[in-house]
Every structure is written in C-alpha cells, then in structure tokens.
C-alpha cells in the first residue's frame, strides 16, 4: 500500500526559513485549507495518509521531506542545514519507525530530503546551502550495502536540488515502441553532467520556479500557478492535475517537501 506521511501546517509558519525568495506574509487559515486539498489529491491517487500534528514551535515542520529519505529497505534519519529546524528530524523518526529500519547521517554532514531525487536505485543529491559533502559521503556509505548509487549534483540558483528538476516518469515516444525517462527542469540552477539518459523538459523561462512537479498513479500534480509551464508538460501526453499552493509557496514550499511516499505492508509496522 502506498503511503503518505504529512504533517499540518505549524501556525508559526510565517516564521518559516527563506533563502532564495522574499519574505511577504501567509494567511494561515488559506495555508491551512490548501495543505487539506493537497492531502486529500494524495488519498483519491491512492495513498493512505497519515497527518500528523502540527507543531507550533517548528515553522517548517510541514516539510516532511527534509528530515529523513525513506527506501525500501530502510529510513534515513537526516541533520537539517537549518539549526533552528533540527527538532523535526526526531519527531519524524518516532513515526518512521513503525515502519522501517532507522539510520542516521550525522553532524557535520547536513543534509535535507529536498535535496535527494531518488530515480530507481540511483539517488542524486544536491550539494546546496542545506546539504554538505559529508553529508552525501554518510548518505552513500549507509546505503552502499542496499546498492544504491549516491550521485552529487552542484547546485547555485535555488534552495534544494528538487526545485530545480524533479522525474516525472516514462513516455512511449510517438510512433515508437520506445519509452524515454522525463526530467522537469530549470537547467540553468544545477549542473546536468550526471543526469544521462534522460529527455528534459525545461520550465518556461517566464516561470523559474516551475520545475518542482510530484508525480503519483500516472498522474502529475503540479502548482495551478505555473500555467506556461504545464501546456509544456501536457503537450508531451503527460496528465496533469493543478492544484493551488500559492500561499504554500511563500514559505518557499514545493509538491515533494509536504508529504513522504512509501510503500507499505501488513508487515512493516513495527
């Protein structure tokens, strides 16, 4: 079963870290309303949602991507680059443990969720503000024995590497048999060196921030404000659901940051 792991949002949000965007202020209440919207999109794709309480001392703690990485053979507990947002690394592993094996990257390796795009057994992650070269040197040596390939991507122009490129999955070419592997991206934020074999789609230039999509059920779930760069993402066959986070996104919130997607079976809870 698939299942997504969210968190409410902390109604000290408007405190919430920024790096790469201005500060301009959040309506609660509409945040609040457009976070239930995203976790009900999730429950009719399929996925068994799991909300947890919010958490009024820890404004970023509706991103429950950026504390842990989740495969299937085990969780990775991770130290945010944030000092102030190391508090969610432990509440998320309390839930995560009744579900898989726990291991932890440890100071001084940072690293965040938002920075790792998991594509079969390869997992990319952004070298950025937030996550260091130790920090994916740890990441690989846990992960080396389950043979996963640790790959580090440099990135300049944003917060983490998924929001600059996310994989939106496979589509037969026209007239062919063939299936090529989609990347959504703003190329001009990271360097594409190790992303071979891939076809991309560029965000269009008038929407920069357009290429963080969460794709789930054959279904892409995309932010209702970036318009120019969904006809790009439809034109190629893709099906797109939008949907409104606009209030979301002046906290510097993507599709992936809100929710952990796992399968799951009677077995694994612990």
């Known amino acids: ?34 976070h239930h919207a995203y976790e009900k999109l999730l429950g009719k794709l399929g996925a068994r949602v799991i909300s947890l309480p919010a958490e ?3 404004p970023d703690s509706m991103f429950v991507e950026d504390p842990a990485i989740v495969l299937d053979e085990l969780a990775v507990i991770l130290p945010l ?27 001084p390796g940072t690293l965040e969720g938002g920075d790792v795009l998991r594509i079969g057994r390869r997992l990319f992650v952004g070298l950025t503000q937030r996550s260091n070269a130790e920090g994916v040197r740890q990441l690989a040596a846990i992960l080396a024995p389950h043979n996963y390939e640790v790959i580090a991507v440099p990135v300049t122009g944003c917060l983490h590497l998924k929001s600059a490129v996310t994989y939106i999955g496979r589509k037969q070419a026209s007239g062919s048999r063939a299936t090529f592997a989609f990347l959504l991206a703003n190329r001009a934020w990271f360097d594409t060196g190790p992303f071979t074999g891939f076809e991309w789609i560029d965000v269009d230039p008038e929407e920069p921030h357009a290429a963080n999509a969460l794709a789930l059920a054959s279904t892409v779930i995309f932010p209702a404000s970036f318009t120019r760069t969904r006809a790009r993402i439809e034109a190629l066959g893709f099906h797109v659901t939008p949907l409104d986070i606009s209030e979301l996104q002046k906290a510097e919130s993507g599709l992936t940051c809100s929710s952990l997607l796992f399968e799951t079976r009677n077995s694994d809870s612990r």
């Open 1 to 34: 079963m698939l299942t997504a792991i969210t968190r409410a949002v902390s109604p000290a949000i408007v405190h919430c870290e920024l790096s790469f965007i201005d500060r301009k202020p959040i309506d609660l209440a509409v945040a609040e309303e457009q």
């Open 81 to 107: 680059g944030t000092e102030t947002r190391r508090g969610e690394a432990q509440l998320l592993a309390h839930a995560l443990a009744k579900f898989r094996k726990l291991e932890y990257v440890s100071l």
């Open 56 to 58: 009024p001392a820890l």
